[in-house]
């Protein structure tokens, strides 16, 4: 995310992309009523400095997020109001050092939002989303601070600064400027209003997405309709209806909530009950009801048009690109082109694969959207004989961590402690101090691993607590958090292929916030450009599938039987399977969204029209939906900025994550060696230089694009 000013604290709603928050209309509990003893503005005496998670109640934190904001202008009054004159460190330094208890406080409350909600939680989120969006404004649209870091910048070949002080001047200006500090009042005055528009905006897009995602069922009477769905996601379902109160003798809720409609359209035979459930995803957010998201979607795409205009640039796209490695639309899109034509060819073979499947299947139709998972799992055991699910009793969640934690260990030697005395947000938390070689602490890791109705979708980290070395050494604190299936009565949470590598993601950016060894705050760990902060997270999902990494940790959970060689092998040669439909899916959603963010502030956009049309521009084929249609692309519409004009940041990212991990296979992949520079010029710098030069620190030349290529077997 972008450093500095009070930005950090609005930015932190934002961080976990995809946000699929908020709703309901929950009592909140005046600042009155629960300042007498918030534990959140309090200092604490945890072990580490960690949230009193067993003190902090839900109604403690939109009291003590709008005290902090109090408390922050206190702070930059006082900046201000100095009488001296304008140096780096009574200024630039001290803005950054300002807002550290609203961070602390914004930090905890958006983790908790995402991951454990509650009614309260989420009306605090709509009601501080405006409140945030206004306080950063008044900072970085105050004209007498925006005065003293200019006088700041203006002198910035005559300050006598190190390199990571320098990057921290310049782009404390450079987010001033991008956030309006240079444009008349008028402008300004239309800016807040544009601010806060869209923040209220995009907390009403989340509300909608998760009641569109919770309110809708498909209830299976009939076991035929269950085929290969695995026994202990079965189970899971069955537990769903009975919570939903359905009194069945035999009878399983499935939900759009993803460990819950994966399985079943791989699975079910049922080629009507995938289309319903199939549709049920697919239109959310676009069912011209109470939840619709196109209104808002409109609103959006328009005030981000004319907010860009404002700051002088010809669309969205181009504001946002200016401040990412990728510089301009013209950048991604060559890369997207580069790779979109084999992608697609691709996918049409696959397609052709399936098609000749689901017609020896005696099916006397084309093959359609809702077909396509359960033909691809058909394909898969007969080109590879590789069952998908006969994988999961290899990949318990608590193996796959310890599987995560080896590769650590054989990479940097850290050490792993489970520490069940600390507080955490729910029961399901697993917490673990994470140690150097020689024993001495390095960070603090939550694992929040399963689905729930009081979680967001997705999977994503926070930092609740950043590296800094201004004051001395501030540890970090980060968390993990999931969607995976939980455990029911008869079996443990028995993870896919795919959410073992997401386990593998996301511990990349906890790394990348754990290793991070750097000065400031807002430089560090995951405080990186958009299209370089995946990186970091993208290179573990490499390691996963190599036989050293599984040989480490994929044993049976019943037998502790390790994972036989020749599945293994399966696997490997199974690696580019499907890679069409992944890259197309994913592709659509990021030329999608570049499409809404290159129009300018006179167009008028209809979602559903724009959308269609988007496509047909690409030449989608109709058997693929973008991975997000517009109605819950949460990750360009659930905040106020986002991942907008920044999704296809995971490919960027991907060009680098493929490439560095060709380093190590050039050595051995598990080469310390490299490790150790990748730790010491990647992982430890956080944003504290650009990522390009960052990069080539670390390879020794630029990136290139034929790993990714090779990877995804489209070369
Ligand atoms: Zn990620």
Known sequence: MKPNIALTAALCLAVAACS??????????????????????EDWDTPFGVPPFDRIESEHYLPAIRASMEAHNAEIDAIIASPDAPTFDNTIEALELSGAG??????????????????????????????????????????????????????RDDLDLSAEQSHLLNETHKQFVRSGANLEDAAQERLREINS????????????????????ELLVTDRADLGDIPASLVALAAEEAKRRGHECDECWVFTLHRPSINPFLQYSPNREMRKTLFDGYAMRGDNDNEQDNKGIISRMVSLRAERSALMGYDNHASFILSDNMAENPDNVYNLLDQVWKPALARSKEERADMQAMMTADGIDDRLRGWDWRYYTEKVRKAKYDLDDDALRPYFEVNAVRDGVFALASTLWDLQFEQRDDLPTWHPDQQVFEVKEADGSHLAILYLDYFARESKRGGAWMNALRSQSNVDGFVTPIVTNNFNFPAPTEGSPSLLSLTNAETFFHEFGHALHGMFSDVRYTSLSGTNTPRDFVEFPSQVMENWMRTPEVLGMFAKHY????????????????????????????????????????????????????????????IGLIDEILPRYRSGYFGHIFSSPTGYSAGYYSYMWS???????????????????????RYRQEILSKGGTRPGMELYRNFRGRDPEIEPLLKARGLN
């Open 102 to 155: 609203l961070s602390r406080v914004s930090r905890i409350f958006s983790a908790v939002d995402g991951a454990n909600s509650d009614d309260v939680t989420k009306e605090t989120a709509k009601t501080i989303a405006p409140e945030l969006s206004a306080h950063g404004d008044n900072i970085s649209l105050n004209k007498d601070l925006f005065e003293r870091v200019l006088a700041v910048y203006e002198q």
């Open 558 to 617: 019943e037998t502790g039987e390790s994972i036989p060689e020749e599945v293994v092998e399966k696997i490997n040669a199974s690696a580019k399977f499907n890679q069409g439909f992944a890259t197309v899916e994913y592709m659509a959603a990021a030329y999608l969204d570049m499409a809404y963010h290159v129009v300018d502030s006179t167009e008028a956009v209809e979602p559903r029209g724009f959308e269609d049309a988007a496509m047909a521009d």
């Open 197 to 216: 528009e869209l923040a209220e905006l995009s907390q009403q897009f989340s509300e909608n997405l998760l009641d569109e995602t919770n309110n809708f």
């Open 654 to 676: 991907n060009i680098l994550d493929a490439d560095a991990f060709m380093a190590f296979e050039e050595t051995d992949v598990l080469d310390k060696e490299t490790a150790a």
């Open 20 to 41: 699929e928050a908020p709703a309901p209309d929950a009592e909140v509990a005046t600042p009155e009523a629960v300042a007498t003893a918030n534990p959140l503005l």
